[in-house]
């Protein structure tokens, strides 16, 4: 309804997220898991660093709508590489236990959500994997994604909030995946609402999409972890520009799939991305080192 809209785009303009104030973190280093028991937050050190507070997260779920997809084609012989220069890894229960080693000493973000493909609404999803199994592949955090503005925005909310109530059980995170819908625009301001929303549902951590303007608002706006997508495959440099701003204006770290395996080195990519959330380098050097190693690996036929 105009009226509506306008009152809101009113009320928009006069939020204050006070992005020069840092959130509170007593006890512990992640915000928003003060309380949390001892096991979630064990479970949270290990996917994100306690000594930056920074996690390189690697996607590479993508085949449970996508099928094989570019980059992935062969799972096997793509991230076993990649594994040693990232700190958490985020896949499907299938792809575990058929592509990676059982002695991969990595914290596993579990893929739950299921139902549709990119044949169909991509928001008409259920959960399809229990809390059992996730204990059983030794995961340190359960996800599914949240379709707000989705025709199915209420069933992937729902979703969301049976993951957070079975992982409390058993002291395994949830994170929240913000999925963008085909009539939404990853702006600030729908990604604020979409961050929020999950993150008052429950969960421990948050992953959505890089904005400009107003990222900073989005993370302030969020009271746990959040953590940006790589979305589409971008110019090295550029995706490394990206995860650089996102930093800088308080992401907690990437969770990137495209952007480092189908990189032209992969390999490269995943310690230039590193190089960017846990030593602060700039986009132009992460770049730098990207071309150096590149160049190290094709000398070397490796």
């Not at 507070?53 to 084609?73: K, N, W």
């Not at 963008?180 to 301001?189: F, I």
């Not at 799939?257 to 990519?269: H, L, S």
Request: glycine share 10%.
């Amino acid at each position: 309804m105009p009226d509506v809209e306008k009152k809101e785009s009113k009320e928009a303009d006069k939020k204050d997220f006070h992005v020069s104030v840092p959130m509170e973190t007593p006890g512990f280093f992640l915000r928003g898991s003060a309380h949390l028991d001892w096991g979630m937050k064990n479970r949270l050190s290990r996917i994100f660093n306690p000594k930056d507070g920074r996690t390189v997260m690697l996607a590479f779920d993508h085949g449970y709508i996508m099928g094989p997809t570019s980059g992935l084609e062969r799972m096997d012989l793509a991230i076993p590489p990649l594994i040693p220069h990232v700190d958490c890894l985020m896949c499907t229960r299938g792809a575990i236990r058929s592509c990676i080693a059982p002695d991969t000493n990595k914290p596993l973000v579990l893929r739950c959500s299921t139902g549709a493909t990119v044949l169909k609404e991509l928001s008409n999803e259920v959960i399809g994997v229990t809390i059992e199994d996730a204990i059983r592949l030794n995961a340190s955090a359960v996800t599914a994604q949240a379709y707000v503005g989705g025709p199915f925005e209420k069933e992937s909310l729902a979703n969301i909030g049976y993951l957070v109530n079975e992982g409390c059980k058993y002291g395994i995170a949830t994170l929240g995946v913000t999925a963008v819908g085909r009539e939404m625009v990853r702006d600030s301001r729908y990604l604020g609402l979409a961050c929020r929303v999950v993150a008052e549902l429950g969960v421990h951590f948050v992953k959505t999409y890089y904005c400009e303007p107003g990222f900073d608002d989005v993370v302030a706006g969020c009271p746990v972890p959040v953590v940006i997508a790589g979305g589409k495959k971008l110019p090295e440099l550029d995706a490394l520009n990206m995860a650089y701003k996102a930093i800088s204006q308080g992401a907690a770290g990437v969770d990137m799939g495209r952007n480092i395996f189908n990189a032209d080195d992969p390999v490269a990519m995943a310690q230039a991305v590193r190089a960017i959330v846990h030593d602060n380098e700039k986009p132009q050097k992460a770049f730098d080192l990207y071309n150096s190693l590149k160049g190290k690996r094709a000398k070397s036929g490796k």
